[in-house]
């Protein structure tokens, strides 16, 4: 991990999917173990398959699946013995749609990737509405959705999904876990066409 401009802290590391990495990627269970690996730090099959509510054979399957195309990595430092601990090989996994262009099972791959984040985005917000009320009102009015309205070419909207890219990057570097009262938070960012349904 390289260092960026933000007082010696380590950047956040990042890949670039390939046509293999895709291919891989695009399994519910999958996608999920990454997931976990990312927001919960290394863990073993057994930890990730009842985290996940799956069987450690099939936990230990698709990890090296992941594995394979450098997506997991081993944690030798924490196993003992028999016992393999996994992490995420990266914080963040970039693509971009045109990527895939030129094949069409990865591009296949990449549009059910993507939604699958909209089924994660619908679920944790029905999670979030069913419990709201239990939290205090300064999270309420910090958590929630909203939306705009914009016509722009599409090297602007380009710069603007950079841009908070960039802004969403200064928050994850300068955020101290042990700060009180702080909480694991998902953001979400999507821009869309307003094609006119008919």
Not at 37 to 45: H, N, Y
């Amino acid at each position: 991990m390289e260092n960026d401009d933000t007082g010696g802290r380590p950047a956040t590391s990042s890949v670039r999917i390939d046509h293999r990495q895709v291919r891989v990627l695009a399994h519910p269970l999958r996608l999920r173990l990454l997931g976990a690996l990312r927001v919960q730090g290394p863990a073993t099959a057994t930890t990730l398959a009842g985290l996940l509510g799956t069987n450690t054979g099939a936990t230990s399957y698709h990890l090296r699946q992941l594995a394979d195309v450098g997506l997991v990595v081993e944690d030798p430092d924490r196993g003992t013995g028999r016992q393999r601990w996994w992490r995420a090989a990266h914080e963040v996994t970039d693509w971009e749609p045109s990527d895939f262009d030129d094949d069409p099972d990865a591009r296949a791959a990449i549009e059910w990737i993507q939604g699958d984040q909209v089924r994660l985005l619908a679920e944790r917000a029905e999670r979030w509405f069913a419990v709201q009320q239990d939290w205090s009102p300064a999270w309420r009015d910090a958590f929630g959705m909203s939306d705009a309205f914009l016509s722009l070419p599409a090297d602007r909207l380009q710069a603007l999904e950079d841009e908070l890219w960039r802004v969403l990057e200064r928050y994850r570097t300068e955020a101290d876990p042990e700060q009180p009262d702080a909480e694991r938070v998902h953001v979400f960012v999507a821009a869309f066409p307003m094609i006119e349904q008919r």
